[in-house]
């Protein structure tokens, strides 16, 4: 790489890398401060394993949509951020301008909501891994037998 490529590179990585994952999760907690006041979410056990599973789909997304941005910013092809990301945007407004109020919704609709909202993060965190541990073994394999000494 020249110079000019890699601080592009770098510039374009630091920007990408806090900015991009922060809009993700900005649009998760958007989404769900208005999912989790629902009775669905209080109902004792269930409720807390609910608001649980929906904070860990967010945290596994949030995670895919950054070792995205480390693989693009590595000159690799990801599309996790390009998908994942604006979906949490579309679900997030999708959840406070399309549901009703939350005490005129149905649980359905509130655990509708919320798969819009968190289903996609598992998805892109596996899809990313996989690609993730391609890329790896790839390095691994261009450099196995080279001693950095």
């Not at 994952?21 to 004792?44: D, E, M, R």
């Not at 904070?55 to 590595?74: K, P």
């Not at 109020?101 to 596996?126: D, F």
């Amino acid at each position: 790489m020249t110079i000019a490529q890699y601080d592009w590179r770098v510039r374009d990585m630091a920007k990408s890398v806090v900015h991009v994952p922060a809009i993700y999760a900005l649009a998760q907690v958007a989404g769900l401060t208005k999912l989790l006041s629902h009775a669905v979410f209080q109902q004792p056990g269930s409720g807390a394993w609910l608001e649980a599973a929906a904070f860990l789909c967010g945290f596994l997304g949030a995670w895919a949509v950054f070792y995205s941005t480390l693989l693009r910013d590595a000159g690799l092809r990801s599309w996790t951020a390009t998908f994942t990301v604006p979906a949490a945007v579309l679900a997030a407004i999708a959840v406070w301008a399309l549901l009703p109020a939350v005490g005129a919704m149905s649980g359905a609709e509130a655990l509708l909501g919320a798969a819009l909202l968190c289903g996609p993060g598992p998805v892109a965190w596996i899809v990313t891994m996989i690609r993730w541990r391609i890329e790896k073994r790839r390095a691994v394999a261009y450099l196995e037998g080279t001693h950095p000494w």
